[in-house]
Nanobody, 122 residues
Framework: HVQLVESGGGSVQAGGSLRLSCEAS?????????MGWFRQVPGKEREGVAV???????AYADSVKGRFTISKDNAKNTLYLQMNSLKPEDTAMYYC????????????????WGQGTQVTVS
């Protein structure tokens, strides 16, 4: 059984920073999967934020480029999202996800999803 557990969300003022973490349980499969962060506001479609492939290559949504950084620590089975210069429009529930390919994940197709962590920027 595989689980993704997010943490690190909270409330912050505009211009502040937060770091989200997503700890993956299970096997070393994690190291071979594309991992990513998504966010969703009630009543709106889920939005892809950032992805990182197993070779370390990354991609970001235009809305977060230059402000957010995705990374992962394979030794800790943990995915991170460093969020700087936060804006009120970044307010959302943030989810981590994993899939066998980034081509699927960037289209919102994921094998595994976390339960989400709320980020509120005022």
């Amino acid at each position: 059984h595989v689980q993704l557990v997010e943490s690190g969300g909270g409330s912050v003022q505009a211009g502040g920073s937060l770091r989200l973490s997503c700890e993956a349980s299970g096997d070393t499969w994690y190291r071979n999967y594309c991992m990513g962060w998504f966010r969703q506001v009630p009543g709106k479609e889920r939005e892809g934020v950032a992805v990182i492939d197993n070779d370390g290559s990354v991609a970001y949504a235009d809305s977060v480029k230059g402000r957010f950084t995705i990374s992962k620590d394979n030794a800790k089975n943990t995915l991170y999202l460093q969020m700087n210069s936060l804006k009120p429009e970044d307010t959302a529930m943030y989810y981590c996800a994993a899939h066998s390919s980034c081509s699927g994940l960037v289209n919102g197709i994921a094998t595994y999803w976390g339960q989400g962590t709320q980020v509120t920027v005022s």
